[in-house]
């Protein structure tokens, strides 16, 4: 265990009815941190979440946090708070009493709890709602008095399971913001589980990208968008250019005779692949490094970019995302530049395939 | 317009909204409610103040409720019914939210198990008692067989008694499984992530049944044990057949009025009924206003504003 790591996660692995739901998994988090535990649904991590808030048992593991171990421990003296999908309020309360609920637990009088809950309802801009019953708010207003009953009661590590993924997109970035305002005023540690990476990306320090109950890939979202670890973490991040080339250092040798240079050293077979925003449309072969002539093949405008389909005359086929002002029509020929950092390479036979339709219980 | 007045106006615009078919639709059913209940009840009513008696000159009288209320027979009539009921079904509520907790995870066959006894007739499960409990019955022979009790003299008398277990045992065996059937219902009808939001906020396994699983089942328990106390405070054969010999409840009372030799009797009789009547609505409805938690509710959180 490392000096940083805050919160522990051994060797944690969970079966239902002998299927494997996950699977020896290790995790750190730091003091402080956001860490974002990132995956397709049915892939565990709603079960991993369940474990470390004590609502499920483990099979075997354990999970250390601010150094004493949760082995044992029942979920309610573990010192964490969990928010659920949907802000899941208590209906017989009142907004105020779903807020103090936490501290009235904790045996906190009256009166003090009182004052912390309204406080905490003003910084989630709910002051003057405490009256209300739950069935008045709508699903932003519920998932801000969820917010604001884990954070009240001052959890060592605040769990977040899908948070915002009931609620609409304009609503989704605000309630983004607001949790990453709390989590700065607060300090608070946070494990945000989600099925959606651009959420992860905004929400998290680190991501955790876990799939069939394995996490594949533990980085910072800059990492695993352009430096994955396989193809199958770089298609979860959207990434859709995948080449075979010879890696000799920094050369890439690729089938049809071409060769690009790249910053990340390989050697031997490898597969090379490139975000298409990183990829440069040309129509003059203005510098002579890492330009391949192209054909385009297909034009969608999207609104904010313009994704091109690229065809080489060897054959190879590549995406492009440009600028929405550049305009190529289809079958004009044109050439790409693919900048040497962003060439990014893994062995060819490193990736390891997924075994076939495990069934995986939770999300 | 104020806020109140417009809520009372669209509470009548909803009324109007209703289409005149569909208060045709109910007028069937409700002509016949009105008839035989409200008609019943307005004749039992006017017998009682002497207007449509049997005897007397038919003039405006209280003096049936005057004998009624004047009689300690009535007064200790009006305990034991409501010791029987009162205490049959607090037990039977505790109990059945019991049961209902144990068989919340249970599948459907739970919920079957719990209508078995709905349709047994309750002379059947009288005359049952009867074979269990009374000084000759099954589980005295037993006792006796196994050498525990020497002569059936020895077996506690549980069958029109003073205490009236035979009585209260019967109403147990048959409204548990109603109110475990309801409250079954309701439990299902919980979100489980609700518990589970309760432990991971910190709330013992105990904390969670109080605070958070009790408070959700009240409106189920709430019109269950209503059903029970309001069935077992009018019920009349199971204290006439198992219940003690004196004092009796007050149906039986009501019935004996009625069917005594002395016709005057009979507007007691009526009297007695419609205090039966009044009692049990008003019980019904103190314990449905406590129920509500309206008394109880705080206007405002956080204090003084």
């Not at chain 1, 969990?82 to 309020?89: A, I, K, N, Y």
Request: hydrophobic share 45%; proline share 6%; charged share 15%.
């Amino acid at each position: 265990m490392s000096e940083l790591a805050y919160c522990a996660i051994q060797n944690l692995t969970k079966r239902f009815r002998g299927v494997p739901a996950v699977g020896d998994l290790w995790l750190e988090i730091r003091r402080g941190e956001r860490l974002a535990l990132l995956g397709p649904s049915g892939c565990g991590k709603s079960t991993t979440l369940q474990l470390i808030a004590g609502l499920l048992a483990p099979d075997s593991g354990q999970i250390v946090l601010n150094g004493r171990s949760l082995v044992g421990v029942p979920p309610e003296r573990r010192e964490m708070a969990l928010v659920l999908q949907r802000g899941l309020l208590f209906p017989h309360l009142s907004v105020g009493e779903n807020v103090a609920f936490g501290l009235k637990l904790r045996g906190v009088n009256r009166a003090e709890r009182e004052a912390q809950a309204l406080a905490m309802l003003a910084q989630v801009q709910l002051s003057g709602f405490e009256n209300r019953r739950p069935a008045e708010l709508s699903g932003g207003q519920a998932q801000r008095v969820a917010l604001a009953r884990s954070l009240v009661i001052r959890p060592k590590l605040l769990l977040l399971d899908e948070p915002l993924s009931a609620l609409d997109a304009n609503l989704r970035s605000d309630m983004q913001n607001l949790i990453l305002q709390l989590q700065a005023e607060t300090g608070v540690t946070m494990l945000v589980v989600t099925h959606d990476q651009s959420e992860a990306v905004v929400m998290a320090h680190r991501i955790a990208l876990m799939f069939d109950g394995c996490l594949r890939q533990v980085d910072t979202p800059e990492a695993l968008y352009q430096q994955p670890s396989d193809a199958t973490v770089a298609r979860f991040f959207g990434g859709v250019n995948f080449f075979e080339a010879i890696a000799e250092q920094h050369c890439l040798r690729l089938s049809g005779g071409n060769r690009l240079t790249t910053d990340h050293p390989q050697h031997g077979p490898v597969q090379v692949t490139i975000r298409p925003e990183r990829i440069h449309l040309l129509a003059e072969p203005i510098c002579g490094i890492n330009l391949l002539p192209v054909t385009i093949t297909q034009s969608r405008f999207t609104g904010t970019q313009r994704h091109l389909a690229l065809k080489t005359p060897t054959g190879l086929e590549l995406q492009a995302w440009v600028p929405p002002g550049q305009s190529f029509t289809v079958g004009e020929s044109a050439f790409a530049h693919l900048p040497a950092d962003a060439l990014w390479s893994f062995p060819s036979a490193n990736e390891p395939s997924l075994p076939d339709a495990v069934a995986i219980r939770g999300g | 317009m104020t806020p109140a007045a417009r809520l009372k106006n669209a509470r009548w615009a909803g009324l109007r909204d209703v289409s005149w078919r569909a208060y045709l639709l109910v007028l069937p059913a409700l002509s016949l409610v009105l008839l035989l209940f409200g008609g019943g009840l307005g004749l039992a009513f006017l017998q009682s103040v002497g207007l449509l008696g049997l005897t007397g000159d038919g003039s405006l009288s209280l003096a049936a409720y005057g004998e009624a209320l004047g009689s300690s027979q009535f007064w200790r009539s009006l305990g034991l019914s409501l010791y029987i009921a009162l205490t049959t079904t607090a037990l039977s509520t505790v109990l059945s939210i019991g049961l209902a907790l144990l068989l919340r995870g249970a599948g459907r066959w739970a919920s079957f198990a719990c209508q078995l006894t709905l349709p047994i007739p309750h002379l059947v499960g009288i005359a049952g008692i009867l074979l269990l409990l009374s000084p000759s019955g099954l589980i005295s022979r037993l006792l006796y067989t196994l050498g525990w009790i020497s002569t059936d003299q020895d077996f506690p008398l549980l069958v029109n008694d003073p205490a009236n277990i035979g009585v209260m045992t019967h109403f147990l065996w048959k409204e548990i499984p109603f109110m475990t059937l309801i409250l079954l219902a309701v439990l299902r009808g919980i979100r489980p992530e609700l518990a589970m939001q309760a432990r991971a906020l910190g709330a013992s396994p105990w904390q969670c049944f109080w605070q958070v699983t009790l408070p959700l089942l009240q409106p189920g328990i709430v019109s269950a044990s209503l059903i029970v106390f309001g069935f077992i405070f009018g019920n009349f054969e199971v204290p006439f057949l198992l219940g003690s010999t004196y004092p009796r409840t007050l149906p039986i009372l009501v019935y004996q009025a009625f069917t005594n030799v002395d016709l005057n009797q009979r507007s007691v009789a009526i009297a007695l009924g419609l205090l039966l009547s009044l009692i049990s609505i008003s019980l019904i409805a103190l314990y449905l206003w406590l129920g509500s938690g309206q008394p109880f509710r705080r206007r405002n959180f956080g204090g003084q504003r």
